[in-house]
T-cell receptor, first 112, second 116 residues
Framework: ELKVEQNPLFLSMQEGKNYTIYCNYSTTSDRLYWYRQDPGKSLESLFVLLSNGAVKQEGRLMASLDTKARLSTLHITAAVHDLSATYFCAVTTLQGAQKLVFGQGTRLTINP | NAGVMQNPRHLVRRRGQEARLRCSPMKGHSHVYWYRQLPEEGLKFMVYLQKENIIDESGMPKERFSAEFPKEGPSILRIQQVVRGDSAAYFC??????????????FGEGSRLTVL
């Protein structure tokens, strides 16, 4: 059974600082997704990582994937308050089936 | 281009009643997925459907829950005889036909069920 674990689960940080969220998964998978969720809202797709060594950047967020280590990271650079949200990683169980298994989520709070 | 549309957004039911949640996928999408999110938790897969077919229902509780995606109209998630533990946010997601994209799912705003 595929398991996805994120850490930390809660993160409070100051504006302007850098930090990294980690996502580990238990079995082989070649697709990893990062989503953002604001309170009471839907999930917004941030990144789709499709191969080992993939790195994608959007603004202050950068995601990477190491399929050999079964690890993805979401790095936040010079955090701003608008990035406060819950971040989820998700992994597929079977290529093409698109049945995502989600991590528990990391609740990020950025303080002015 | 409308996204994934879910309704109702909020639903309150008393124990023992039925809840029906509806989902219209994005235009051009033929695959629908239902996920459940309990408070302070991640999303848990429930069921994956294509038109008139249930492809994977491994995440559905064995009793009281059913899902359909008819040839015409939205996908329906039906919960019979609701209990307090059914209180959650139910998210629908859609994707284009299998193998045609990155596997990314597009989520609706969710339906928040409260059972009194």
């Amino acid at each position: 059974e595929l398991k996805v674990e994120q850490n930390p689960l809660f993160l409070s940080m100051q504006e302007g600082k850098n930090y990294t969220i980690y996502c580990n998964y238990s079995t082989t998978s070649d697709r990893l997704y990062w989503y953002r969720q604001d309170p009471g809202k839907s999930l917004e797709s941030l990144f789709v990582l499709l191969s080992n060594g993939a790195v994608k950047q959007e603004g202050r967020l950068m995601a990477s994937l190491d399929t050999k280590a079964r690890l993805s990271t979401l790095h936040i650079t010079a955090a701003v308050h608008d990035l406060s949200a819950t971040y989820f990683c998700a992994v597929t169980t079977l290529q093409g089936a698109q049945k995502l298994v989600f991590g528990q989520g990391t609740r990020l709070t950025i303080n002015p | 281009n409308a996204g994934v549309m879910q309704n109702p957004r909020h639903l309150v039911r008393r124990r023992g009643q039925e809840a029906r949640l509806r989902c219209s996928p994005m235009k051009g999408h033929s695959h629908v997925y239902w996920y459940r999110q309990l408070p302070e938790e991640g999303l848990k897969f429930m069921v994956y459907l294509q038109k008139e077919n249930i492809i994977d229902e491994s995440g559905m509780p064995k009793e009281r829950f059913s899902a359909e995606f008819p040839k015409e109209g939205p996908s329906i998630l039906r919960i019979q005889q609701v209990v307090r533990g059914d209180s959650a946010a139910y998210f629908c997601a859609s994707s284009p036909r299998q193998g045609a994209n990155t596997g990314e799912l597009f989520f609706g705003e969710g339906s928040r069920l409260t059972v009194l």
